[in-house]
């Protein structure tokens, strides 16, 4: 290992299927301490499946996965760890309050332990960075969809992870909370918080983003700098020559 | 009223009724929660092969129930947690042979009658043994124990098991944990509402407090209350008009489910009446800048009109 602290995630070689097709045919994805890595491809190109396959929910049928330098199978560190998922409806099928919901994201800090006032604080404060404190009393199933989004961004940040891992933060969420979002993301950055994120487009995320991972197919199609306008550009199939070409690398232009 | 609460029978039975009318919601609001409002009526079909087994080896009727109820339970939490196409057959065959399965054995079984197998299917005041009595309590208290004590990790798996998985919370020990619960529930609450009817007191005191609540904790607290008072009042039903009490409990609680879906609406109005929060403009009053509009068609909008928080927060309910 040549970095001395281990990087946050370290995925190599993945291979995983889903209901018996192969999703993912060798995927590599390091995200080292303190780095931002957008995750980029067309859809059904495997960006969720490797998010999920980094989260430990779809099993490998091949390759290695370290978290924090811990093989996944002993890895107990999870209070260390945030996660969104892909736009799904917050709701239920029992009402459940915003604050009830973002709270589940302590459960890593305070476990079987009582909730306590300062789980209650850093719900508050995660409430307030994406602008939802005062529907925090609200019913989730009451919200529109980009608030849901938002609390499920809440609930990730509530246990100040030192890796962020987002299955498409941005989806939904209008531009001014996205303004509010890079913020937030920026000053979690800035406590030192690695992030893996699904994008489609860079747009506000883009000064802060260090690195692009392409997917294509289950394949890595590029690994390194963000290109600008990464995000529709590099889609496979987008062959059409522009004012980026020069920067674009020449193996997503075929 | 006195004379009723002088009989051994009836203290039993509604000493069962106060412990089936807790555990009962307290479970099923998970199985609500995860949009699984019908296993604990596959279950309660499963039941039926464990009382039949009872009959058969002439043993407890409920221990047995119990024992083939879990199995039954991991083996639907293991169809579902596999995220099978073809689970739901699988479950509908669990189903049905397992109600099929006890009919037969209890008509094998030379010890009892048609009218035995009658009260466990749709409860009876009158067949609260003493044992059972005692069997329903430790049951009770043990679910009790658990699906109020581990209620936020329960609730997390419910609500989104990905994320919970990634709180570090034992995901599959839980889940397996909360569908032998709901076996558990099951065969506790058969004495008293019957099997055929076990589910209905697992999710209408649920779906009727939800008519009213916004939160789970109220949500979960509202079921538990009601299952009480409609299980009592059921059983009591039941002594005053000698009919058995697995309907007149189910009865009751889809009245109240009907009451109160009929005053949420207003009570709802009336909450955001008296919230304090200022409801908002009752008219829109937002001035479209007429030639500023089509000079900069694909522009984004400005801040001031695309800022979500703010009109939120003016229409914010109360808190
Ligand atoms: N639950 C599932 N069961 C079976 N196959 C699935 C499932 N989810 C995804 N797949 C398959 O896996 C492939 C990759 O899906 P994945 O969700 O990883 O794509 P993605 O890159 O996240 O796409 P998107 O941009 O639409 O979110 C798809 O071809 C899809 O058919
Ligand atoms: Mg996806």
Redesign the pocket.
Known sequence: MTDPIPPAVRLRDAVAS??G?P?LRGVDLTVRPGEVVALL????????????AVIGSVPLEQGTLELFGTPYGSFRAWHRIGYVP?RTTAASGVPATVREVVSTGRLAQHRLLPFRRRDRAAVDRALDAVGMLDRAGDGVADLSGGQQQRVLIARALVGTPDLLIM??PMAGVDAASQQVLADTLRSEVGRGASVLL?L?ELGPLEPLIDRAVV?RD?CVAHDGPPVPNTGLHALPGHDHVHPHADLTPPRLLA | MTEMLSYDFMQRALLAAVLVGITAPAVGIYLVQRRQALMGDGMGHVAMTGVGLGFVFRTSPVWMAVLVCVLGAITMELVRSR?NQRGDIALAMLFYGGMACGKLLVSVSAQAGAGSLESYLWGSILTVAPEDLVTIAVLGAVVIAVAVGLRRQLFAICQDEDFARVTGVPVRTLNLLLAVMAAVTVTVAMRVVGLLLVSALMVVPVVAAQQLTRSFAATQAASIALGVVVSLAGVTGSYQLNVPSGPAIVLLAIAVFAVFSVIAGPLARRRHRRGGTEPGPQVCDVRIPGPGRSRNPGQAPEKTSSDTTTPERRAGLAQ
């Open positions: 889903r209901g097709r999703v491809g067309a859809n059904g190109s495997g960006k969720s499946t490797t998010v999920k892909q299955d498409e699904v489609h997917l289950g | 995220g």
